[in-house]
């Protein structure tokens, strides 16, 4: 055995010294997708590594105790104190003003006291201290009142500059500094509607801002004394105080959000890389069998010479590991070198430090990845050569011997394909969407087979066409050695993806800017106290142009127990984790909200009055399994309130009309402190009077011109768009190589049909168009099939998975279609000019 093994290399690498003529396209494949599972694994570790090293400052302190509308009490301030340094703030949306009234917008109001911020550092635009910033030099009232910082943003919206005055509230603050870096930003959550604006903790007194029942965070921040281990701390916090309504965390989960948003771009990536890498696998084999099939005499004379097939295989399968693990090194140096290149990117994108290094964990994975994904479209090529017999090898390229291996090597490619599938699906930290993913890259795979078998039978079937250049077009579709399969996989697969991709951002573009505005409000009117409500609805309604004002109390709340379990264990499905994740809107109501469905037991009589009682959105239902009969308990300003979910309902949040996934039946919030939220249509002629004059007079109400939002969602969308595009066209890429690969393996025939065609009499030009026909159909017929795949992926994730309607944009297919045709084209072109370059007499001579 040993002896075989040293003859097969021996053997391997003598071959391997004529160069890498052939395997350029597969060193390609390998090195692209191993590049790009080994820059994203590195990336995020280095995210990850950041956020988990970095956990204080992005916390702002050891633990973190937050709590809605009201601040601790004595009590709980005395043992917060006790426990080791506290920084405390408050957090709150709310409307800026120039100081003439004529421009505003709406803003992430901080106020931090003088220990802000414990860990980490704020940094300023002109630099300096952030707490100088914040008040003046001679004290709050020597320069105009108290200052602020704010993002560069606001003095855009305002067309304000440093050192301008700027009214919140009922109170004036002075611009002193742009902030460009928050420590803690991460920890208010990923998405805002507004720009930072901080000021002092005492400034906040006197702007009028802190109403009874307005959405106001109070966070304390707080550096344990040395010693004092945090999971130990938040035991005793609650055992001395089990009712309180904050949430805590500590410094090992500072940003929650991030981390998740982080993991699941981690593993759409990944699994993007992964696709590139199987696109590649095509080249893989390509290359594989192109080499085999250029190395048929001489794996003819070694068995002549009486080398027995587990030679043969050993000789080539040398071969073909030492090309991929070249490729793998290539692609790991590019891996590891990539993400250093995007540090300074990823500082402006990310509101975490990201540790950029070499990460061996990720490099090991996605080498890993590299040698299946050659093993798994290498195998079946090299068992089918080690059992073609001596005689049938020479003819083997007009005449393909076909069949399978023998059972060993189809085994062996099984098993190598599984464990692919095994190390997509282990290895995501959602394994659920991973193993879909596997199973519909499988599905995927097999119907562009199956969809290039079809092409090939319907293109024999079509007979002979008079015209010859179409005659000719159609033969080589289906003829021996024709490249119709590879094309149709490689390309179509990364096609595919860019339609399901069109299709699915197109739904969601029209969807926010056609389906929502017909019917959207145009203001919401957020924080309006009980005693403002008929003067604000007069005042708004007063205004010529607008209409339909609604109103409903609204309060805060968060899921404590369902049917008597804490909330977080009766969580049945992970995916509508979200309810858990912050405060809910809720509210009451003694009639069904417009817009809403029942899709399980009953609304309750308009004047009921009993025990109390709750309906849920069926997302809410679906997150625990509840229905009907559920008892689920509320934590409301400190007080946890059980109710017995008495109906289920379907809400269409899209029309952005006032609807929460909690309401309540009456009787039962009345009296707890609340605000109302309201919303009215406007023309557009008329909202700059309703939003001057609401700020006007009431100063506390918070505005979200609905417009502004849809634009901030448009601009979410597209960036997000643009991301998912430019990560599909690795896919796209990786097809490229695959087709380049196919037109290069067979440029030899190419040579030979263009100079026959000559010397029978056919001009260039004839050669050119019957060639160019061919590759013009083929890039067509992948456009379809690509398109027919592609908008079945969209609708079904559209329609399935996330409910939203479906429309078919044929601008999308349209445009695949023309891209995939002028990809073909092009690289038909190349190869078919190179072919009728070549002079006929030698080929002749050696034919």
């Known amino acids: 055995m040993m002896t075989n093994l040293s003859l097969a290399i021996r053997l391997a690498r003598r071959e391997l010294r004529g160069g890498l003529k052939g395997f350029r396209i597969f060193l390609a494949c390998l090195t692209l997708g191993v590049a790009a599972i080994a820059a994203v694994q590195s990336v995020s570790g280095g995210i990850l590594d950041g956020l988990r090293s970095d956990g204080r400052a992005i916390l702002g302190g050891d633990v973190s105790v937050r709590q809605i509308y009201a601040p601790p009490t004595a009590e709980q301030r005395a043992f917060l104190d006790q426990s080791g340094r506290v920084s405390r703030s408050v957090e709150m949306r709310a409307m800026l003003r120039s100081d003439d009234d004529q421009r505003s917008t709406l803003i992430e109001l901080k106020a931090v006291d003088g220990l802000y911020p414990l860990y980490g550092e704020a940094t300023l635009r002109p630099p300096g201290d952030l707490q100088s910033a914040l008040t003046s030099k001679d004290g709050p009232n020597k320069d105009g009142g108290w200052g602020a910082v704010v993002e560069e943003s606001v003095l855009d919206r305002l067309n304000a500059k440093v050192g301008d005055q700027v009214r919140l509230g009922d109170g004036t603050v002075t611009i002193r500094g742009v902030l460009t870096r928050e420590p803690d930003r991460a920890a208010s959550g990923a998405f805002t509607l507004g720009p930072r604006l901080m000021v002092a903790l005492p400034a906040l007194e006197g702007t009028g801002l802190l109403q009874p029942g307005s959405i106001v965070y109070w966070t304390d921040k707080v550096a344990l004394k040395p010693g004092t281990d945090p999971a130990a701390w938040q035991a005793a916090l609650k055992a001395r105080f089990p009712d309180a309504g904050w949430r805590v965390r500590d410094f090992t989960n500072a940003s929650p959000q991030v981390e998740r948003f982080i993991e699941r771009m981690t593993l759409f990536l990944t699994l993007v890389g992964l696709t590139a890498l199987l696109v590649g696998g095509v080249g893989v084999g390509n290359a594989v069998r192109s080499h085999l099939d250029s190395r048929a005499r001489t794996v003819a004379t070694l068995k002549c010479l009486g080398a027995p097939g587990p030679l043969v295989f050993q000789v080539y399968l040398l071969q073909i590991l030492a090309l991929a693990a070249l490729g793998i090194l290539f692609g790991l140096v590019l891996g590891a070198v990539a993400p250093i290149g995007l540090g300074k990117l990823l500082e402006d994108l990310l509101p975490v430090s990201a540790r950029i290094g070499v990460y061996p964990g990720a490099l090991a994975l996605a080498a890993l990845y590299g040698v299946l994904t050659a093993l798994a479209f290498s195998l079946w090529p090299l068992g089918r050569a080690r059992e073609v017999p001596a005689a049938a090898q020479f003819r083997d390229v007009v005449a393909p011997a076909g069949g399978r291996p023998r059972a060993v090597y189809v085994l062996a490619t099984v098993l190598t394909v599984a464990a692919l599938a095994a190390l997509a699906i282990l290895t995501a930290q959602n394994r659920g969407f991973a193993a879909w993913f596997v199973g519909g890259s499988i599905a995927t795979f097999a119907a562009f087979r199956v969809a290039a078998w079809l092409v090939t039978k319907a293109a024999a079937a079509a007979g002979r066409p008079r015209r010859p250049g179409i005659r000719l077009a159609l033969s080589n579709l289906h003829r021996p050695g024709n490249p119709t399969g590879t094309v149709v996989l490689s390309l179509g697969l990364g096609l595919t993806v860019l339609v399901a991709i069109a299709l699915i951002e197109g739904n969601f573009s029209r969807r926010v800017n056609e389906t929502i505005p017909k ?33 409903v109390p609204s309060l805060r709340g968060r899921i404590e127990t369902v049917n008597g379990k804490p909330a977080e264990q009766a969580l049945s499905n992970p995916d509508q984790a979200w309810v858990l994740s912050n405060d809910r809107g809720l509210t009451y109501s003694a009639k069904l909200p417009e817009h809403s469905e029942i899709v399980a037991g009953s609304w309750w009589a308009e004047d009921y009055t009993g025990p109390p009682l709750i309906s849920i959105h069926q997302n809410v239902a679906a997150a625990f399994g509840i229905g009907p009969g559920a008892k689920m308990g509320v934590n409301i ?201 070549q002079p006929a007499a030698p080929l002749l001579r050696n034919e």
């Open 519 to 551: 019917d959207a409000p145009s203001f919401f009117f957020v924080d309006i106290q009980p005693d403002q409500f008929d003067p604000l609805k007069q005042l708004v309604t007063g205004v010529p142009g607008t209409r339909d004002f609604e109103a």
């Open 637 to 837: 300003l400190g007080r946890t309130i059980e109710a017995t979910v008495a109906n289920v309902r379907a809400a269409d949040f899209s029309t952005l009309a006032i609807n929460f996934t909690l309401v309540f039946a009456p009787g039962t919030l009345e009296k707890a402190p609340q605000t109302w939220i309201a919303t009215v249509r406007s023309t557009p002629a008329a909202e700059a009077e309703v939003q001057r004059a609401v700020l006007q007079r009431f100063p506390n109400v918070t505005l979200v011109r609905v417009k502004d939002a849809l634009d901030t969602v448009n601009g979410m969308l597209t960036n997000i768009g643009t991301a998912v595009r430019l990560t599909a066209g690795i896919t796209l890429a990786a097809g490229t190589l695959v087709l380049a690969g196919a037109v290069a393996a067979g440029h030899r025939r190419r040579v030979y049909d263009a100079v026959v065609l000559k010397v029978l009499g056919a001009t260039r030009g004839d050669v050119l168009k019957a060639f160019l026909l061919e590759y013009g159909l083929l890039g067509i017929l992948t456009a379809v099939i690509a398109g027919i795949i592609g908008t079945v992926t969209a609708w079904a994730v559209l329609t399935r998975l996330m409910h939203w309607e479906w429309t078919f944009i044929p601008s999308a297919v349209v445009t695949t279609a023309l891209l995939s045709t002028a990809i073909t084209l092009a690289f038909g072109f190349f190869g078919t000019w190179r072919a009728l370059g």
